[in-house]
């Protein structure tokens, strides 16, 4: 066996505990077979931030020499399997403001797998990732995202299910039977092994052909060399806003072109600009400064520069103005505001139905207190 690399792509804080488990759970298999492997986090944004992309890795090999040899870059140049815990991820991470953007199956190697926990189907999945020049695989985990955190864990077998996926994709990681009973040493439960070998027997690998899904050239920077570097700590100030998209009227701020937060985000608001009251909460609650202000007083959010923290929806005071919905029914950052200036007919229709999507849905972005999962297994139980 060859060296063997898996990484696990997550959003910061809120799927932290998942992440790790998976990749830890991988090394305890991989050691009941003779072999030895070593996890370990990759993340730029510090502290690691609510929905920043972030990587965890386990990497597995013969030897200890072997080992070493791959451990002595910063991070793996390849990885066999590519695990995405929120599938609105496959629009690509942008972890590391100064790199841009990263396709979610760039370390992918050609003919390896992608794991997407995800309801939607493949082809859906797919128009999100970036063309590849090689093929791979993409494997889909059927299920809500689970956003196990940081303080509080969901415990809803989203760790033990991929990894029984993992063992059918990726057989030369580690054979069933290791991974079935690293589970059961490290978290004593009889069900979740069962879990684990049901999401093995269910696992299939859709074939992804070279030149499918999207054909943008995601955004990227040419980094300074050392001889380019200016001396000392400069940071460039960004000139001020002018009118809405630079015209008369309202009021545009100029943002970085350097970071390009929609990475971060699982849901976006959406806005109700008929119910709208022109109160200003969302400009001036908004922690990213992403609303524009426009010539006849609305607020429309910059898609490029909202992170999807849910503020805005937080403080609006009149009901379903400000809704936030899932990023997975979105597959650009256009202007809500010029969308409804075109079509507002059209464009009701439209918010309305996402709003009551969102609705019938169990999507969040995030749990924000001890006991939250329970209280949802409460409700549900009575439904």
Known sequence: MSTVAVEVVYRGIFQKTLARNIVRTIVFAARKEGKIGTAFGRYGDSPERNGIPAKQFAVVADDPEELDETLARYEPTEVDVTINVDDTLCKGVESWAWYGLQPINQLTKPDGTLIVTSWQDADSLIRDMHQKDAPIGLSIVKGTVSFSGLW?????????????????????LVSLESMLEAIQEQMDNETKVASAQKSFDLASVRPVEP?????????????????????????????????????????????????????????????????????????????????????????????????????????????????????????????????????????????????????????????????????????????
């Open 152 to 172: 509080v864990y969901k415990d809803d077998h989203t760790d033990v299910r991929i990894l029984g996926t993992l063992a059918k994709v990726c057989p030369q």
């Open 211 to 383: 030149g499918e899904g999207n054909p943008e050239t995601p955004y990227k920077f040419e980094l300074p060399g050392w001889k380019t570097m200016e001396e000392g700590v400069v940071i460039r100030g960004i000139e001020a806003g002018a009118g809405f998209r630079g015209g008369d009227g309202g009021y545009q701020p100029v943002r970085s072109e350097v970071f390009k937060k929609y990475s971060t985000r699982s849901m976006r608001p959406v806005i109700n600009f008929e119910t709208c009251i022109k109160c200003t909460l969302c400009w001036l609650q908004c922690p990213d400064t992403c609303f524009d202000v426009t010539p006849d007083g609305l607020y429309d959010a910059n898609m490029e520069s909202c992170c999807g923290c849910g503020v805005c929806e937080a403080v609006c005071p009149v009901p379903d103005c400000v809704t936030m919905v899932s990023e997975a029914d979105f597959e650009d950052n256009n202007s809500q505001y010029e969308m409804w200036q075109e079509d507002k007919q059209g464009y009701n229709s439209w918010m309305t139905a996402l709003v009551d999507k969102q609705k019938a849905e169990t999507r969040t972005h995030g749990f924000h207190h001890v006991g939250g999962y329970a209280e949802e297994i409460s409700e549900m139980t009575e439904a």
